[in-house]
């Protein structure tokens, strides 16, 4: 009998089709990175604050959830999500009757039975992941947004300065959710579970320590979130000082091993371990001035001098123009303009296309056809200047400035290209 198996894409295609996946789970996704995630968070957290809110961001840490997934309940989770007959049966199969082993010196152990775990990086891991779908009606019950990435949660709620009871409510929110982990046979990290309070500028201080479980869940100024660090303000100063730190690391020890490398070599090795940190998440910087990205530009000009081993002295716009490096204010933009290309093309996640719609005139103009976005009111209760540096508003106007042949790029590899070259002769020619 001819069996078909489908492709990772195909999976991923009918978990979205039949509703299966969390629309904020941005984990497992084609389109969906920590990026993106980070981006949605950081986006409502930045529109809070501009309308005069305070916020709170609480980081959960779930200790070895893929591991510890118990296979009863997932089997009933599927059957309430609506698998049922031979594919419910197939999944029975796969997870019923396992066991593993443990070889030592060449001597393996005595089979024992594996009753708990999902696989990663399977195929099936997505789906049988969505056995945590259920606590997002948890969260929302207690109004709170969530967006998680794999099992990184975060939840967060905005309210306005003057709201008393904050602190009872962030209370009985961790507690639900503590015991529905606990009755999903997941453990809560409450030592690892961090929370982040970002008041609004003329807001009272909030003393939102909370025992969950006897454990203590503290406040705190900042945070690292999926790789990034947050900080109460959302200017990421912390996080620029921190990626300038590690990078300024890693060049001090290829320095240390240049004589021993080819140009070529080093400018590989700086690609892989320094320019790709500059550029991690760096669309949650574009609405930074250009004082506060010196520092990674400092960094990227001391690389492009390293790749060809010149001194402090020599100028940096010769060398990044020959290593077709855009300074880092260019690759920012250049990821920022990746979003709205894959938005529009409904490519992207939906949250980002929420944020981003088509421009349609009044009435019939030739902008209609141009491939433009529609700018966000600004006109609205809150600070202007603050929504001038959201990423809804900055995406549509750089995507306006763009010439309209690269908007309407049929492909985003082609668009990409397009994109680098405009922005090269933008900034370096």
């Known amino acids: 009998m001819d069996q078909t198996i489908s492709s990772p894409l195909e999976e991923e295609h009918t978990n979205t089709e039949n509703n299966l ?42 200790s070895a959830a893929f591991d510890t997934v118990n296979h009863k309940l997932l089997i009933s989770t599927l059957a309430e999500m609506g698998i049922s007959g031979t594919a419910l ?16 010196k060449g001597s393996p152990s005595a089979p024992h039975p594996l009753s708990t775990g999902v696989l990663q990086g399977s195929v099936l891991g997505p789906l049988l992941f969505s056995y945590t779908k259920s606590l997002g009606s948890v969260i929302h019950s207690h109004g709170f947004s969530y967006h998680s990435y ?26 639900d959710i503590s015991e529905w982990m606990a009755t999903h046979h997941l453990k809560l990290n409450l030592d690892k579970t961090e929370l982040l309070f970002m008041p609004y500028k003329t807001s009272p201080l909030h003393d939102l320590s909370i025992t969950v479980d006897g454990t203590v869940v503290a406040a705190s100024r900042s945070a690292r979130n999926l790789g990034v660090v ?27 091993i240049r004589p021993y490398l080819t140009t070529y070599s080093t400018q590989l090795l700086v690609q892989t371990m320094v320019t790709s940190r ?40 010769p060398l990044l123009r020959s290593l077709h490096w855009l300074p880092v204010a260019a690759r920012i933009r250049f990821k920022v303009l990746t979003l709205p290309y894959t938005a529009a093309n409904r490519t992207g996640p939906a949250y980002l296309q929420d944020l981003i719609q088509n421009y349609v005139p009044a009435r019939p103009l030739r902008s209609s056809t141009a491939g433009r976005l529609a700018l966000p009111h600004l006109r609205v209760k809150g600070s202007r200047s603050s929504r001038l540096r959201s990423f809804s ?11 309209i042949s690269l908007r309407s790029t049929p492909t985003l590899p082609a668009f990409r290209r397009g994109l680098k070259t405009y922005l090269f002769r933008l900034h370096l020619d």
């Open 150 to 175: 794999a099992d990184d949660t975060q939840l967060f709620l905005s309210f306005p300065p003057s709201t008393p009871q904050v602190k009872e409510r962030i209370s009985a929110c961790l507690t």
């Open 278 to 317: 500059l550029d991690y998440c760096n669309s949650l910087l574009a609405s930074l001035p250009a004082c506060a990205i010196l520092p990674l530009q400092m960094i990227q000009n001391a690389a492009a001098r390293l790749v060809f081993n010149l001194p402090k002295s020599s100028h940096v716009t």
């Open 21 to 62: 996946l969390d629309p904020h789970q941005s984990g497992f996704r084609t389109g969906h990175s920590t990026e993106t995630a980070l981006l949605a968070v950081t986006e409502a957290l930045a529109t809070a604050r501009a309308s005069s809110l305070s916020s709170v961001l609480i980081l959960l840490d779930l």
């Open 393 to 403: 508003t900055l995406a549509p106007q750089w995507w306006n400035e763009l010439p």
């Open 230 to 256: 947050l900080d109460d303000r959302l200017d990421f100063k912390e996080h620029i000082r921190a990626m300038a730190r590690s990078c300024r690391f890693l060049l001090y020890n290829i320095r240390r």
């Open 89 to 104: 049966s197939w999944f029975v199969s796969y997870l019923t009757d396992r066991s593993y082993q443990v070889s030592w």
